[in-house]
């Protein structure tokens, strides 16, 4: 199996701007998770798919943050206006039903200046 | 809710020496499963054990090893012999166990392992 892989790595963005990120989940994988780490803290869930339905949303996820998973298959998060404190690395995972451990992608580093 | 808790922000050892990572959880939940992950510096999280909550044997794969106590609320990792390879961010997480929910992770804050030549 190929693993989780996340697209881009690195993003570097303006105040105000719009950004994106693409998650594709390992293939058999249904379920579907986004999670933001910033610097000497673990991960903090942000959202959960089941297939394509977005079944989950953290507080932490503003107005200003979207994700979908069309299909049940990819994921994108896009986060409007940002802010510096959006600044952080966003992490995927995906599971398969009936096995709780979850696989992360390499992460998208963002930095928002 | 639930929150796990790693007071160890960093250990430094030297090598072949053995170590134990703490992991202290709270949850309300009777059922539920615990993991450690490791995060070395590339950033990549790699899935390293779950343990479910009503299995309290303890596991060892190769020079690592877990002990879960329930009666303590705990899932210790020990490194025997440890090599500079070893050398990265450990979590400790917890999930709830509902097929009918989401069983997000919650993470601990880390512990930074260092292992000296």
């Known amino acids: 199996d190929t693993g989780v892989s996340q697209d881009p790595r690195h993003k570097i963005t303006k105040r105000g701007q719009n950004v994106t990120f693409r998650c594709d989940p390992i293939s058999e994988h249904n379920r579907l998770y986004w999670y933001r780490q910033t610097l000497g803290q673990g991960p903090e869930f942000l959202t959960y798919?089941?297939?394509?339905?977005?079944?989950?949303k953290s507080r932490l996820l503003s107005d200003r943050f979207s994700a979908e998973r069309p299909k049940g298959s990819f994921s994108t998060l896009e986060i409007q206006r940002t802010e510096q404190g959006d600044s952080a690395m966003y992490l995927c995972?995906?599971?398969?039903?009936?096995?709780?451990?979850?696989?992360f992608g390499p992460g998208t580093r963002l930095t928002v200046t | 809710a639930q929150k796990v808790t790693q007071a160890q922000t960093e250990i430094s050892v030297v090598e072949k020496e053995d170590v134990t990572l703490d992991c202290v959880y709270e949850t309300r939940d009777t059922t539920y499963y615990l993991f450690w992950y490791k995060q070395p510096p590339s950033g990549e999280l790699v899935f390293l054990i779950r343990?479910?909550?009503?299995?309290?044997q303890n596991e060892i794969s190769g020079r690592y090893s877990w002990n879960f106590q329930k009666s303590t609320s705990s899932f210790n990792f020990t490194i025997t012999a440890s090599q500079v390879v070893d050398s990265a961010v450990y979590f400790c997480a917890l999930s709830e166990a509902r097929e009918t929910s989401g069983s997000r992770l919650t993470f601990g804050e880390g512990t930074q392992l260092t292992v000296n030549p």
């Open positions: 995972a995906s599971r398969k039903d009936g096995y709780y451990e979850q696989y």
């Open positions: 798919f089941q297939n394509e339905a977005q079944l989950e």
């Open positions: 343990r479910n909550s009503f299995d309290e």
